[in-house]
């Protein structure tokens, strides 16, 4: 969780016109990470009132999807 906090503060710093859910996207891209620990860093880092509690759902299935995409050298 430590490694998705301190990315996506970097990630934040560095692209300032995108939101938050944007830079959580780019920073658990290919990086394997669990569901728990992206639920975990979803709650944290994005802002409740940005999304309704039934998105809240898909929102992270598509983190999960990104996160466990595999390469081009994997398949």
Do not use: W
């Not at 490694?3 to 859910?21: D, H, M, T, V």
């Not at 959580?24 to 992206?38: D, E, G, I, T, Y």
């Amino acid at each position: 969780m430590l490694s998705i906090k301190s990315n996506f503060e970097k990630a934040q710093a560095r692209n300032p016109n995108l939101g938050a859910y944007s830079c959580l996207a780019k920073v658990v891209k290919h990086r394997k990470f669990s569901r728990k620990n992206l639920v975990k860093a979803f709650n944290e880092l994005v802002p409740k009132d940005d999304y309704a509690k039934e998105e809240r759902k898909e929102l992270v299935n598509y983190l999960e999807y990104l996160t466990n995409i595999a390469e081009e050298g994997e398949i």
